[in-house]
């Protein structure tokens, strides 16, 4: 916060110009409008002393004085002022830039920013409360190719069908405003501005309001470790950026150099925003090895501390989940022993595991992975690599999460990095069989992490998931297609890489609903919502122990879980043939729950054993599973 003397603002009249005298409480960045008609502006340039507020008010065109203050804010208050009014700082007699802290470009990166009161939306979810992390089954979505209309208003009519699937909370893909219409998101230049082409912030506002109507909590994935390169004229106004680090995609943000506090504030208020303005429930923290800090006090803790306070001021759960692959604990660990204190993070290594044993290909990071050892160590502890020397990094890879709970892990077969990043971006329908997606689908859901699906997953869509753009600067539009081409290097992958500015590389990546009306995609996701159900019955999320067994020479894995209410016994098969397990089955009689290979679900069986003791014979047909359960003296029913 701002404290002393830098606490005074002025206040103006968008008639006349003139100050009226007062001084008045610090405001958040950007463009603030009041139920009165008046609108608060702060925007921070320290090397910059004089700016005006260029407005476009109806028929009026004029610039507006900014009082700057003493620790680099320029802050004013203007008064009376029309609903979306349009505006840029001009910083000088020729430069004129839109707002770091814009809440709408409705024209783009390039053109004004728009005035939008975020606090006059009539919100129906007051008694909203969104499922624990334990709890919690995430579908990841993006929003421009979940629908033909590729916006938001689009993807709120499809809310019914996602939560009908039983997940518990829809992830977006980032939404902040990037150049042009299509757009991954991870380009984006306004952090706090929701994309033009999506339909707005307050077409978002809509969209979670009825999320949660129907169940659904929101998650949001944000990017904090730099920005794209059009439109990004954050520079223009303030260090922002800093030449001592370098992230793969642009520069890196300066959270630990000189002038980083208000930086830092840039973004823990950006994080805020989206909290408080659009009710979102969980942030995804995008790429987080990409954010430097090697300060005392590292963002990602203040961070966390922040949103920690903000939740008991709301009275609502929210939540921060980190994308890294640098298996170190410190970021689920708490605060109090050195650690960031994240409630969870995605767990690359997941997806590696259970790809490799799917697919056997070994190119690039696969080739750290591969046998059921990996997929074992995983599922103990969270991540495999703790240490242990990495082919693919040359180097050892990763410290111990030893203690930190599973629910603390994001896990999938499926996302859009590890579809979108492969050179035609195939999905796993398109690499490996049907039984074989039932059994991705089987260890991902019926694991003790927290589980996420890529949209489409549930019913074998088979468009691909294609990386996108839509610049306008020829040389940039060619430097995309070169780190494309050289990005597939280490994997091998020769073949023809789509065009990313090609419109219809964009239009190959929408969705095709449709496919859910006849088998098998029908049948796939039947059996989708039956593991959920299966997964939320049971209370898969919740603490319990644990017992692995691998064979990697069947080529098999049987998992124990030991809950509540019952034993759970889970065979999975990731060889292609037929293999008989005996003499390692916990005692008792075990009735069975799940069988992938049943032909209920379009498999080979006709029939599954119902019930069976310890000393029988159990049959499994190549990449299958089956659940059995135990009940416990004494669970619940």
């Keep these: 916060m701002l404290t002393g003397e830098s606490n005074k603002r002025i206040a103006i009249n968008s008639k006349t110009g003139d100050f009226d005298g007062h001084v008045r409480a610090p405001v958040k960045l950007g463009a603030n409008l009041q139920a009165d008609g008046t609108c608060e502006f702060s925007v921070w340039a320290p090397r910059r002393n004089n700016i005006a507020i260029h407005l476009f008010s109806g028929s009026e065109d004029r610039c507006i004085p900014m009082i700057r203050l003493e620790d680099g804010y320029h802050q004013a208050q203007v008064c009376n002022l029309q609903p979306h009014s349009r505006y840029l700082y001009r910083l000088d007699p020729s430069q004129e830039f839109p707002d770091p802290a814009s809440r709408f470009q409705p024209e783009g990166v390039h053109r004004p920013s728009e005035v939008v009161d975020l606090t006059a939306f009539p919100w129906t979810d007051s008694g909203w409360k969104p499922p624990c992390l334990e709890e919690s089954i995430f579908y990841e979505a993006h929003v421009g190719t979940y629908s033909e209309q590729g916006t938001l208003d689009a993807m709120r009519g499809c809310l019914s069908d996602i939560a009908e ?29 929701v994309q033009n082409t999506y339909g707005g912030p307050l077409a978002l506002q809509r969209f979670v309001d009825a999320a949660h109507s129907h169940g659904l909590a929101v998650a949001l994935d944000v990017v904090y470790n730099h ?184 896990v999938c077969s499926q996302n859009h990095d590890q579809v979108g990043n492969r050179a035609r971006g195939e999905r796993l ?6 039984e074989a997606q039932k059994l991705a689908a089987g260890i991902t859901l019926l694991s003790p992490f927290v589980p996420l699906l890529f949209m489409g997953e549930e019913y074998g869509e088979t468009s691909p998931f294609q990386y996108f753009t839509s610049h306008a600067d020829p040389e940039l539009i060619d430097a995309v297609r070169r780190g494309r081409r050289e990005e597939f290097v280490a994997f091998g992958w020769a073949s023809e890489i789509p065009d990313p500015d090609n419109e219809a590389t964009f239009a190959n ?126 669970g619940r029913p």
């Excluded at 518990?168 to 893909?173: K, Q």
């Excluded at 170190?328 to 409630?343: F, K, M, N, T």
């Excluded at 329908?429 to 049907?434: D, I, N, P, R």
């Design 165 to 193: 699937l039983g997940v518990t909370t829809i992830e977006l893909m980032p939404v902040a405003q990037f150049p042009g219409s299509r757009n991954w998101g991870y380009d984006g230049v306004y952090p706090f501005a």
């Design 227 to 410: 920005l794209g390169p059009e439109g990004n004229y954050l520079g223009q106004f303030a260090p922002y950026f800093t030449e001592k680090y370098r992230t793969p995609w642009g520069m890196a943000i300066n959270f630990d150099g000189a002038d980083s506090g208000p930086v830092r504030r840039f973004f823990i208020e950006n994080a805020l925003s989206w909290f408080d303005h659009f009710h979102i429930d969980v942030l995804r923290l995008d790429s987080i090895h990409g954010i430097f800090d090697f300060g005392a006090h590292h963002f990602l803790a203040e961070l966390q501390r922040t949103v920690e306070s903000e939740g008991k001021r709301l009275g609502r759960s929210l939540y921060l989940i980190a994308e890294s692959d640098l298996n170190d604990a410190r970021v689920l660990q708490p605060r109090e022993i050195g650690g960031y204190g994240l409630p969870a993070q995605w767990s690359d290594d997941f997806h590696h595991s259970v790809h490799t044993l799917l697919t056997h290909e070994t190119a690039g990071y696969y080739a750290d992975f591969g046998t059921l050892e990996h997929l074992a160590g995983v599922l103990r502890d969270g991540w495999f690599y703790h240490g242990q020397y990495s082919w693919f990094r040359r180097r050892r890879h990763g410290n111990c999460p030893y203690g930190i709970p599973r629910s603390h892990f994001v």
């Design 429 to 434: 329908t398109a690499l490996v069989g049907f």
């Design 509 to 634: 990546s929408k969705l095709l609903p449709q496919l859910r009306e006849k088998d098998p995609h029908r049948a796939l996701r039947m059996f989708y919502q039956e593991l959920i159900q299966f997964r939320r019955r049971n209370h898969l999320g919740e603490t319990a122990d644990l017992e692995i067994v691998e064979h990697e020479s069947l080529g098999s894995l049987m998992v124990v879980r030991k809950l509540r209410a019952c034993s759970l016994l889970m065979l999975f098969n990731f060889s292609h043939g037929e293999i008989a397990l005996s003499g390692a089955i916990p005692a008792g009689r075990w009735i069975c729950e799940l069988n992938s290979s049943d032909s209920k679900w379009l498999g080979p069986v006709n029939q599954r054993p119902q019930l069976f003791s310890a000393d029988h014979k159990i049959t499994l047909p190549g990449q299958s599973f089956a659940v059995f359960s135990q009940n416990q003296p004494g």
